[in-house]
């Protein structure tokens, strides 16, 4: 008896996690960047030269969040003037290696808990000094990209430029 309750409770807890662990609709589709808040001081507290700043700045962004062929993968393509990267078939909390958009190879992981999808990146080539992460929220229908960095707190609005998938 005491067998059967200990396996429905760890039954439960594990669906549970698992229905936890999918992105939410909401999520997905095609979003392009609105606007930004305290972006420039964001660069410049991670070191970014004032003239690098600007350019960043002038870059249009688009980011596509989709699900996957296979079941439980997801998709992100970042899109901008200068470069794009696509991280295809990733799993929640699984770390994959791939280019970001500094073309430095990375170890990313992403993650979805209470209402937040996270992408957590570590450079390959300074694994101990360059560990960000950008935490995404949606707010009235538009993408929010949220960034701390030496106590600078930077967000970013995408609007939604095409209906979800």
């Known amino acids: 008896m005491k067998t059967s309750i200990?396996?429905?409770?760890?039954?439960?807890c594990f669906v549970?996690?698992?229905?936890a662990s999918e992105i939410p609709e909401k999520f997905f589709g095609r979003f392009t960047l609105d606007k930004s808040e305290n972006f420039d001081e964001f660069l410049a507290a991670k070191g970014v030269s004032w003239f690098v700043r600007q350019m960043i700045k002038l870059a249009s962004v688009t980011k596509v969040l989709e699900k996957n062929s296979v079941g439980g993968k997801y998709n992100l393509e970042n899109l901008t003037s200068k470069k794009n990267t696509k991280y295809e078939g990733w799993e929640l909390g699984k770390t994959f290696q791939a280019e970001g958009l500094d073309g430095e190879q990375h170890k990313i992981t992403f993650n979805f808990k209470d209402g937040t999808l996270?992408?957590?990146?570590?450079?390959?080539?300074?694994?101990?000094?360059?560990?960000?992460?950008?935490?995404?929220?949606?707010e009235n229908d538009q993408l929010v990209m949220k960034m701390v960095n030496n106590?600078?707190?930077?967000?970013?609005w995408f609007k939604r430029s095409q209906a979800k998938k």
Do not use: K, W
């Open 118 to 138: 996270t992408e957590h990146h570590i450079r390959l080539n300074e694994p101990d000094t360059s560990a960000e992460t950008y935490h995404y929220t949606i």
């Open 151 to 156: 106590g600078i707190t930077c967000r970013r």
């Open 16 to 19: 549970v996690g698992q229905m």
């Open 6 to 12: 200990v396996f429905a409770v760890f039954l439960s």
